[in-house]
């Protein structure tokens, strides 16, 4: 899933990059937009990974008492 999202992610980036430059034209508020986007997209990466490795700590936790 976290791929799924992340590909997501990356495809609504590029969608919004070619948006701002369909004018001929890349001036400062196009690239804050940018630079904003890229920062949302790096912390919700992050973000799905955080959750996965939780999730997999979790998990072997789980596994390991249950061989006790």
């Known amino acids: 899933m976290d791929n799924v999202k992340q590909g997501y992610r ?7 990059e070619t948006w701002r430059k369909a ?8 690239k ?6 890229d920062i949302r997209q790096g ?3 992050a ?6 490795e939780v999730d997999k700590a979790s998990t072997d936790d789980i596994v390991r008492e ?3």
């Open 10 to 16: 990356e495809g609504e980036n590029k969608a919004k």
């Open 23 to 30: 004018d001929g034209e890349e001036d400062l508020a196009d």
């Open 32 to 37: 804050v937009g940018n630079l904003g986007d």
């Open 43 to 45: 912390l919700g990466n």
């Open 47 to 52: 973000g799905d990974k955080v959750d996965h």
């Open 66 to 68: 249950d061989r006790r």
